[in-house]
């Protein structure tokens, strides 16, 4: 229906308020009126008293009778020089039921006055006192009938209201005109934006464009703009996302296999009596098989998720040293050091491989970082722990995070802190660690360098024998020599 729309209720609303505003300003109309009406008769009453001054008070009875019926009255007195004088007189068919001195009256007297003749419809006879016109004489008294005076009270508030009704027509239809015109379209234009751009939202054709000329709704299309482009780009990098991870667990899947089959090659390295294969035999069999778990997690990874963590007590001593003489490799001639600071003793809950994961992510973050600067540089690692958790922290003294990267350090695509980093290495770490009820954490970075702290919590205590359950691969680089 019209009128449940913005432009009908301005519409009724309009018209209502003004025809209140009238009904407001008609009964002081009407007030005004009735004062108009009784002054109007005493001043016929004034000419025709003066008519018979003029005479010398020598007038017939007849004459007398045609004065006071064009005046409208009964009778006149009028009071000269302190003299009280009754110039024009009648028979007065009935007793005089009120006076009503027009002498300056109050407003609300006039109101009160005229709503009591409204109500009461049959006629009475009353006394009117006012003020002579150019000051003739003191006072003048006049005794007149009401029968005339309701119908023509009626009858001008009839045409009030008929007037109110043709404005109220008039400024409700200009105002709605003007409404529609600022602000319904308007709103109309911004509502067909945004059912255009729910239809095809990767269709930037379908963006809004600013044009309101009213402040606020230009304000809405400039905040619905805003959104819409956010949004777009939004679907578009999570439409790359989707792709990406359909390529990604393609390539998982036809890795896997290769790595399985060089998995093989590497336990019968394991047989050798070469010492240097030996040593380097039992880390790349550990190597082979994180790529192995990585290909299969990254199958889930396209399902955004990550598996559970398999929680195990570990040596993270041991986990270390396997993260950094990888490191190390890769460093190659760079002027770079590692530092450990990682008691041999501390044995913790987590998933080995998963924390892997996380320290090597850091890591290379860090070695990354210290690399691009151009100058020597040291990674530190260092571990200890209290009554309720568990606390690794991983330092560089690389040139910090830019503005960017620590805005949006956590979100995927946009927190990379190097030129063409994707930023999902930290995503995936802090994912990981809220996994075994921690969290990862920027402690702090700028031009001295950079700290990552990771937290996680103790929760059930450890075995008094944990050497009874450390997992094999914990086990077997335990007793290995801490890199310098």
Not at 26 to 53: G, K
């Amino acid at each position: 229906m019209f009128f449940n729309t913005l432009s009908g209720r301005f519409l009724a609303l309009t018209i209502v308020f003004v025809m209140l505003a009238e009904v407001l300003i008609l009964v002081p109309s009407i007030a005004n009126f009735r004062e108009d009406y009784l002054l109007t008769r005493l001043e016929r009453a004034q000419i025709a008293s003066l008519a018979l001054l003029a005479t010398d008070d020598v007038i017939d009875e007849d004459l007398e009778g045609e004065l006071l019926s064009n005046a409208g009255v009964y009778n006149v007195v009028l009071r000269r020089d302190e003299v009280r004088q009754l110039i024009l007189s009648s028979v007065i068919p009935q007793p005089i039921e009120a006076t009503y001195d027009l002498r300056d009256p109050p407003e609300w007297e006039l109101i009160r006055d005229a709503l009591v003749r409204l109500w009461r419809p049959e006629p009475v006879v009353i006394r009117v006192i006012g003020d002579p016109v150019k000051q003739a004489g003191l006072l003048i008294e006049i005794t007149l009938s009401t029968e005339g005076l309701r119908s023509a009270m009626i009858e001008y508030g009839l045409r009030v209201l008929v007037l109110s009704a043709v404005i109220s027509i008039c400024t409700a239809l200009l105002l709605f005109l003007a409404v529609r015109g600022f602000i319904v379209v308007p709103i109309k234009r911004v509502v067909d934006y945004m059912q255009s751009y729910a239809a095809a939202p990767e269709d930037t054709r379908r963006i809004i464009e600013p044009r309101a000329g009213v402040l606020e709704l230009r304000e809405a299309e400039m905040a619905l703009k805003s959104l819409q482009t956010e949004l777009t780009s939004a679907l578009r990098q999570k439409e790359r996302l989707a792709q990406l991870g359909g390529a990604v667990a393609k390539i998982s899947h036809d890795l896997r296999n290769i790595l399985t089959t060089a998995q093989l090659f590497a336990d019968r390295m394991e047989a050798s009596e070469d010492p240097a294969v030996k040593r380097a035999a039992p880390k790349i069999v550990r190597a082979i098989s994180r790529a192995v778990t990585l290909c299969e997690t990254t199958l889930a990874f396209g399902k955004a998720e990550e598996p559970a963590p398999a929680m195990n007590r570990i040596a993270l001593a041991a986990l270390v040293a396997d993260v950094v003489d990888s490191e190390r490799l890769a460093a190659g001639e760079h002027d770079l050091s590692f530092a450990e600071d990682v008691p041999a003793t501390m044995i913790l809950r987590a998933d080995s491989d998963q924390l892997f994961r996380v320290l090597s992510n850091l890591i290379r973050n860090a070695r990354e970082a210290v690399i691009a600067s151009a100058r020597p540089g040291e990674i530190g690692i260092r571990a200890d722990e209290d009554d309720d958790e568990w606390t690794i922290r991983v330092t560089d003294t690389g040139p910090g995070l830019p503005p960017k990267a620590r805005d949006n350090l956590f979100t995927a695509f946009q927190g990379g802190g190097r030129k063409g980093g994707t930023g999902l290495g930290l995503v995936i770490s802090a994912e990981l660690i809220r996994g075994h009820g921690g969290r990862l954490e920027l402690a702090r970075t700028g031009p001295d360098g950079t700290e990552f702290l990771i937290r996680l919590p103790k929760g059930a205590k450890l075995s008094e024998d944990p050497e009874r359950s450390l997992p094999h691969e914990a086990a077997a680089t335990e007793n290995a020599p801490l890199a310098n």
